[in-house]
Structure formats: C-alpha cells, structure tokens
C-alpha cells in the first residue's frame, strides 16, 4: 500500500536514490513505495514536490511505480523528499467534498452525477435541467453539517479504494484523504452552466472555499458603501433598482440609435441618381465608422431598385464595396471577376454584395467599372 494512503499526513521523508538514469540534464529514477502521490486523471493535479530542494515530476509506469525526473541530481542515500502540504490539503479536501456533495445529491435529489472533477476547479455534470436557489442551499446546508458533525472517514476495502463516512453508503475515494470530514473546513456552491447534458455545478472546499467567501463578504461590504447601508436586503434592492435604471437607458440608448441610424440613412438614399427606374448611390467615403455604414448597406439592400457603389481610402490602399438590391438583375461577383485582373482586387461577395482591395490609385477606376457594367447589364436585359 502507499506511503501516501496509509500515512496522508507525513510531509517529508528520506529517501535513497540509486539505479539514476541521465538524460538531457535530467535525472531519473523509481520509488516504490514515497509520500509523494501521483496525479489521477480528472480527480488530482498530484503532488508538488521537492528533492533536496529541487522540483520534481511524479509519473506512474504501467506497473504503478512511481517514476521522479529532477533535473541534474547525483545518487544519494540522504536525500529529502518533501511535498507542499498546503497544495496536498487542499487535494484532500477536494476528494473529501466531492465525496460529501454525491451523498447530498443522492439525498436530496436521488441523482447520481453524470460525470465529476476535482483537478483543478472541482465540479459535477448532474442530469437536470433547473437547480433553484433553495435547492442549492439545501446541498450547501447538507454537507455543511456532515463537515462540521466531524464524521471520521474509514476504509472500507482491503484496497483503500472505498471510503466509509457516518452511516452513508460507501464511496469511492482518489489519492490520500482526510481523517475526519471537519478538516474540509468548509463547503461552498459556485457557479451553474448549462451544459449539452444539463447542468454543471461547480464547488470550492477548505482553503478555496474561505477565499470565496472573502470574495463575496469583500463585494457585499463594498456595495454596502456604495448603496450607503449595511443591510444586504437593501443592498439587494437597490442592485435590482439599479439593474432597472440600467435596462431602461439601454432601450433609451437603442431607439435613439436607431433614430440616428435612419437619419443617416436617408442622407445616403437622398443622394442617389436615379437611371431607368434603377437608384444609384455612388460615393467616396472618408473617416468611416464601419459599424455604421455596414447597417446603411444592409438597411438600402431591402429596398427595392438599389445599386450602392462605395470607395473607402485607407492610405495608399482603398476598399471597395458593391451592393444590390434582390430585384436588380446583376451578378456582382461576376462582374468583379472579370475586372479583379485589370485592378489586381482581392476580395469576396456574392452576386448580392461584393467587397474587394486594391489600390487607392485604381479606386475611381474600379468603381466606375462596377457602374458601367451594370448599366450595361441593365439596358442588355431591358431590351
């Protein structure tokens, strides 16, 4: 059995070092049976540890013996293997919590997770839908008082696999653990996803847990100056009044946008050129806020019998876009097809849109290629 299961509470020990194998200024060797525990997929980062001072990596061969790569390191029958015990608590009571969170779930909800991780931010995959606030609290409450109940957590198994805890069935536990549940300090809930399955719940314990309680005492005490009051009722209130203020600017905000986008509009339809019952806007455009003039092409296009040619200059190059409405009959990537290798354009569209580069010297030529082939198109097809 290893070190780490039957003694998860040893931080350091003797080690000898021998049958080294060096490769690339890296040392390499076994220890069959350390404190150090490796990392399990899913369920721990493993140890941080050190050997006289130096980092190591802990892997697992095929045979389950632990394999250490420090770098540079002579054989040695003193060397001192030690382990950063604030990362090995925090593991354990990751794998304590996890254990405490599945009773709750199957006591309270009669579910079973659909999948669990504790290697970096613990988590559950449960198959709901919905996981209200009461709920939530009820979980919370749960395992909050079988952490502070202080059940002593057994083996149940010849393997050490299987934890027992009070008079809950049996489950199953990863790495070293905890002696009692009072150790995880604390449990708190965090955040919810949606997820393809349903819901993922994620959960801090021990030292993580009372960060984020800090976290949040911290956000309540700074609203609580902001709001000027002390009482998280009112401080909720006048969130939610607040959120309201901010919802009504944000409508405010979008109908005056659209009052000015309209306005902007009708100047661009206002200079338009009408020939055979088609409406051309042919414009060079300066200092242009693309946002804006995308919502401009976009909002002619629905109109009907609208050609739009624009030049854009940037420096020494310019963009050029070409747009129409469904009723005129041209295919403008057709057209700019045939004139890409006369102006070296680099671009793409449709036979709706087209947006091409070039550069600035070939602008004016470009678009007055555009114009004069889709009136050409156009006196083709009506007569």
Not at 21 to 27: A, D, L, M, P, Y
Request: glycine share 6%; net charge negative.
């Amino acid at each position: 059995m290893s070190l780490y299961k039957k003694n998860p509470y040893k931080k350091q020990m003797n080690v000898t070092i021998e049958n080294t194998i060096q490769r690339k200024g890296n040392t390499h060797f076994f220890l069959e049976n350390s404190i150090v525990a490796a990392a399990i997929p899913h369920y721990s980062t493993g140890d941080i540890a050190q050997i006289n001072g130096k980092d190591v990596i802990i892997e697992k061969d095929s045979n389950g013996t632990e394999k250490f790569t420090v770098a540079d390191l002579d054989e040695s029958e003193n060397a001192i293997l030690t382990i950063d015990w604030s990362h090995r608590l925090q593991m354990m009571q990751n794998n304590i919590g996890r254990i405490l969170l599945r009773i709750a779930f199957k006591q309270l909800l009669d579910i079973t997770p659909l999948y669990e991780n504790t290697e970096t931010n613990p988590y559950f995959d449960l198959p709901l839908s919905d996981l209200g606030f009461q709920t939530l609290e009820k979980l919370e409450d749960l395992t909050n008082r079988m952490i502070q109940s202080n059940f002593p957590i057994e083996y149940e198994d010849e393997e050490w696999e299987k934890v027992k805890i009070g008079s809950y069935p049996s489950e199953k536990s990863y790495g070293p653990k905890l002696q009692n549940t009072g150790e995880c300090a604390v449990l708190s809930l965090g955040n919810i996803e949606k997820i393809e399955q349903g819901l993922r719940l994620y959960y801090f314990t021990g030292q993580q847990a009372i960060s984020d309680y800090r976290r949040h005492r911290s956000l309540v005490r700074n609203l609580g100056i902001f709001f000027q009051t002390s009482d998280p009722g009112k401080i909720w209130s006048e969130v939610k009044k607040l959120s309201g203020t901010v919802e009504t600017l944000k409508s405010e905000n979008k109908q005056l946008e659209s009052s000015l986008g309209l306005e902007e509009i009708q100047e661009f339809i206002d200079t338009r050129r009408e020939v055979e019952g088609i409406s051309y806007i042919y414009r060079v455009l300066n200092d242009v806020n693309f946002k804006n003039i995308k919502n401009v092409i976009s909002t002619i296009q629905q109109k009907k019998g609208f050609v739009q040619i624009y030049g854009i200059p940037n420096g020494t190059e310019c963009q050029v876009i070409v747009a129409r409405s469904q009723d005129v009959p041209v295919d403008l990537k057709e057209i700019m097809d045939s004139i890409s290798h006369k102006f070296s354009i680099q671009g793409s569209g449709n036979m709706f849109k087209i947006q091409g580069n070039c550069s600035r010297i070939f602008m004016h030529g470009v678009m007055e290629e555009f114009l004069l082939a889709i009136q050409t198109k156009m006196n083709l097809k009506n007569k």
